[in-house]
T-cell receptor
């Protein structure tokens, strides 16, 4: 398993500003993922972040809006840029131990973002 | 395309009674199936998974799930519910034929409420 922490745990931001969310893992992992959970909705994958390469974004998500960094095997950041109220969500970081398609993912506690 | 359906938004159960949270899936190949639980203000926790073999899978906190290929279902069950089981439950699927790292697709979630 893995222990994952996220900072901040929550924030209230003004429209047009940006917020960077940090994700720290207690072990080295290859695969890290960023999800969005909008109010009352399921989880939607934003992007996959592998160390040493650019993040791979899912349909509907672009790097200009959600830039991601992955400087090493234990850390990643997701920035929500030029925020609008529609960006109000819980943002979750997750990791996968090993490289097998049937491995479960482990999730951080999430960052609850409210945009006014 | 992969998809997961959780037909019930909410399930209400009395403490001590058996509980079932339903999940059906659609994949092009053979599925890997997962259940996660989300307690209030916390991230997702892995409960159990089906990869292959025995159709009845046992997981954390006394939960189990039964894989039914003919009905394309993976319902979550527990013989005797506890008030502390009250949470949001997510079913997820990954397609074995989805490449080395097919994305994890989540259902919309089912809120379980266990009353004393």
């Amino acid at each position: 398993s893995a222990v994952i922490s996220q900072k901040p745990s929550r924030d209230i931001c003004q429209r047009g500003t940006s917020l960077t969310i940090q994700c720290q893992v207690d072990s080295q992992v290859t695969m890290m993922f960023w999800y969005r959970q909008q109010p009352g909705q399921s989880l939607t994958l934003i992007a996959t972040a592998n160390q040493g390469s650019e993040a791979t974004y899912e349909s509907g998500f672009v790097i200009d809006k959600f830039p991601i960094s992955r400087p090493n095997l234990t850390f990643s950041t997701l920035t929500v840029s030029n925020m609008s109220p529609e960006d109000s969500s819980i943002y979750l970081c997750s990791v996968e131990i090993g490289n097998l398609v049937y491995n479960e993912q482990f999730f951080g506690p999430g960052t609850r973002l409210t945009v006014l | 395309a992969q998809s997961v359906a959780q037909p019930e938004d909410q399930v209400n159960v009395a403490e001590g009674n058996p509980l079932t949270v339903k999940c059906t899936y659609s994949v092009s190949g053979n599925p890997y199936l997962f259940w996660y639980v989300q307690y209030p203000n916390r991230g997702l926790q892995f409960l159990l998974k089906y990869i292959t073999g025995d159709n009845l899978v046992k997981g954390s906190y006394g939960f189990e799930a039964e894989f039914n290929k003919s009905q394309t279902s993976f319902h979550l069950k527990k013989p005797s519910a506890l008030v502390s089981d009250s949470a949001l439950y997510f079913c997820a699927v990954r397609d074995q034929g989805g490449g080395s790292q097919g994305n994890l697709i989540f259902g919309k979630g089912t809120k379980l409420s266990v009353k004393p």
